[in-house]
């Protein structure tokens, strides 16, 4: 048999199972592995993902023909066994385990390896060809903590509202907002989220998900926004939306505040380094877990892990595929960021 899984115009594509995993171009059936508008798009004639994301899903695409699969539940499907195991990187993320003839794949879509609170953990699956993404897969880049993270995202929040000045965090309205809004101390302040977000917020708490009360800013006293967190999109920064709050400090939650310089391209205040994409050790502890003798890299620096796999005694190649180039992902650097990446390498 050859290739289980190969690359056509329309996407990642299954050849014995005649289905599609995030295709970017409208196919008869697609495998989604989470909601994301780089890996979720409307147009297919039937969509396949893991419940717990359907809710997020139906939000962001509208009336589609969606089945839900348990995580670990299998289907067989012209011959191929399908199951959907966890990826960690938002609510009903999830990998794609394609078994056929003996052989098994697993294509990851996005993943990162660290547990937060907001949806399920990583989880590693045996295989015998592995499709990893590689948003950052570069040796500098390693994240703190999480919980190290939001003890100084809430510091930050705090000290404003004790100055009587509102703060704001650009956040991804999918995945991002819901990660910071779960770790923050609502003692502190009223919790103020753009009318992106709230919509994603209720899709979350459906699920089971604690995220703290939240308001529009159209529900909250003016005088109380001086001790109230912001959450907003990225593209809400500089807009009219922004100059109800008066004196505000801001801030942008992202993987890519680690580089020099993005801040700084930013205009913010703060940068808090904040990714829903594993980090460098992620990979290599998510590729090493799996025990594949051949990786296959997809969107993120491609060449850079595949050298090192190749290295390290790996069959590894690359795939060039479309994802990444979506608003809401964190997959798009920030303007310059590609041009810095490589000269902090």
């Not at 953990?121 to 040796?139: M, N, Y």
């Not at 753009?194 to 089971?208: D, F, I, K, M």
């Not at 593209?235 to 993987?255: E, H």
Request: with cysteine; glycine share 10%.
């Amino acid at each position: 048999m050859g290739d289980m899984v190969v690359v056509r115009k329309e996407g990642l594509y299954c050849v014995p199972g005649d289905f599609y995993i995030d295709p970017w171009r409208p196919v008869a059936r697609a495998v989604i592995t989470h909601a994301h508008g780089d890996h979720a798009r409307v147009g297919h004639g039937h969509y396949l993902a893991a419940t717990p994301g359907i809710g997020v899903l139906k939000s962001r695409l509208g009336d589609i023909s969606v089945d839900a699969l348990e995580y670990g539940e299998k289907i067989v499907h012209n011959g191929v066994t399908i199951s959907l195991h966890p990826a960690g990187h938002v609510l009903g993320s999830s990998q794609v385990r394609m078994e056929c003839g003996g052989e098994v794949w697993v294509a990851s879509g996005d993943y990162k390896v660290e547990p937060d609170k907001t949806c399920a953990p990583f989880e590693p699956v045996r295989c015998d060809t592995f499709i990893t993404e590689s948003t950052f897969g570069l040796p500098i880049y390693r994240w703190q903590p999480e919980a190290q993270l939001m003890e100084e995202i809430n510091a930050w929040w705090r000290k404003n509202a004790e100055e009587g000045r509102c703060s704001v965090v650009f956040a991804y309205s999918f995945g991002k907002a819901q990660r910071i809004l779960a770790g923050l101390d609502p003692s502190i302040g009223p919790i103020v989220c753009h009318g992106s977000v709230e919509p994603l917020n209720r899709a979350y708490r459906a699920e089971g998900v604690d995220i703290p009360p939240t308001v529009l800013v159209t529900d909250i006293e003016k005088a109380a926004l001086r001790r109230a967190l912001v959450v907003a999109p990225p593209s809400a920064s500089g807009s009219t939306w922004m100059k109800r709050f008066g004196d505000y400090s801001d801030s942008f939650a992202s993987g890519w505040m680690l580089l020099r310089g993005a801040r700084r391209r930013r205009g913010v205040d703060r940068g808090f380094v904040l990714s829903d994409h594993a980090d460098w050790p992620g990979l290599m502890s998510a590729i090493k877990a799996t025990e594949a003798q051949r990786v296959i890299v997809t969107h993120g620096s491609i060449p850079t892990l595949v050298r090192w796999l190749c290295q390290n005694g790996l069959d590894a190649s690359g795939f060039e595929t479309e994802y990444g180039d979506e608003e809401e992902d964190e997959s798009t650097p920030p303007a310059g960021a590609a041009a810095s990446k490589e000269a902090d390498a």
